[in-house]
C-alpha cells in the first residue's frame, strides 16, 4: 500500500519563529490531508489539499502531486500551536487515509 | 450540528471483559471508520464501512468486531479484552460531496484494559 513519511519527527521553536512541515507520499493520491492533534488529543481538519496552495491565517500548505510531497508552513509560531501535525492521503475512490508518524511541534515561549 | 461524536470517552476494562464503543454522526457521510492511535504509531485503521451494511477490514482488525446497522452509526466490538488493546480509539466519517472524500474525526476514546 502507499506509505507515507513525514520530517521531521520532533521540532522544538521559539514563539515567533518560522516553520515547514514535510510530508512524502510513495504513489499519486487523490485526497491529502493535514491534521494537527492538540495537547488534549483532538484531532482538527488543517487543510484538504491533494494539490495546489492553501493558506488559512498563518498556516499554509503546498502539494506538489507530480513530485509526491506536501509542505505545511506555519509563520509567526505561538505555544497554541503545539501538538502534533499528521499528515494522510488517500490514492484511489474511497479507499480510507493512510496516515503518516507525525512531526511533533513544541512551541516555548 | 455535532459533527462525529464518539461514546464513551474513558474507559477501563479487566482482561476478557467484553464491551462496545459507538460512535454516531450528523453530517449524512456515507463512510465511517475506525483508528486506533498507539505512542509513536500515528493512526492505524481497524475497520470501515462505506455505507449502511456494509464493512471492510483495515489494517488490525484482528480481535475487533464492527456493525453498520444504520448510516448514522458505526459500532467497534471488542468480544474479549486484552492488554495489547490500551490505545485511543478515534471514529471518523467522509462523504463524496464533490468527490473530495475529506476526512473529520470524532473526539476519541481512551481505553485501558488491565
Known amino acids: 500500500g502507499i506509505q507515507v513519511e513525514q520530517s521531521p519527527p520532533d521540532l522544538i521553536l521559539q514563539e515567533g519563529a518560522n516553520s515547514t512541515l514535510r510530508c512524502n507520499f510513495s504513489?499519486?493520491?487523490?485526497?491529502l490531508q493535514w491534521f494537527h492533534q492538540n495537547p488534549w488529543g483532538q484531532l482538527i481538519n488543517l487543510f484538504y489539499?491533494?494539490?495546489g496552495t492553501k493558506q488559512n491565517g498563518r498556516l499554509s500548505a503546498t502539494t506538489v502531486a507530480t513530485e509526491r510531497y506536501s509542505l505545511l508552513y506555519i509563520s509567526s509560531s505561538q505555544t497554541t500551536d503545539s501538538g502534533v501535525y499528521f499528515c494522510a492521503v488517500r490514492n484511489s475512490g474511497n479507499t480510507p487515509l493512510v496516515f503518516g508518524k507525525g512531526t511533533r511541534l513544541s512551541v516555548i515561549a | 450540528n455535532a459533527g462525529v461524536t464518539q461514546t464513551p470517552k474513558f474507559r477501563v476494562l479487566k482482561t476478557g471483559q467484553s464491551m462496545t464503543l459507538l460512535c454516531a454522526q450528523d453530517m449524512n457521510h456515507e463512510y465511517m471508520y475506525w483508528y486506533r492511535q498507539d505512542p509513536g504509531m500515528g493512526l492505524r485503521l481497524i475497520h470501515y464501512?462505506?455505507?449502511?451494511?456494509?464493512?471492510a477490514k483495515g489494517e488490525v482488525p484482528d480481535g475487533y468486531n464492527v456493525s453498520r446497522l444504520k448510516k448514522q452509526n458505526f459500532l467497534l466490538g471488542l468480544e474479549s479484552a486484552a492488554p495489547s488493546q490500551t490505545s485511543v480509539y478515534f471514529c471518523?466519517?467522509?462523504?463524496?460531496?464533490?468527490?473530495?472524500?475529506?476526512?473529520?474525526f470524532g473526539p476519541g476514546t481512551r481505553l485501558t484494559v488491565t
Open positions: 464501512s462505506v455505507g449502511e451494511g456494509t464493512t
Open positions: 504513489d499519486s493520491v487523490n485526497n
Open positions: 471518523a466519517s467522509s462523504d463524496r460531496r464533490g468527490r473530495t472524500y475529506e476526512q473529520y
Open positions: 489539499i491533494p494539490s
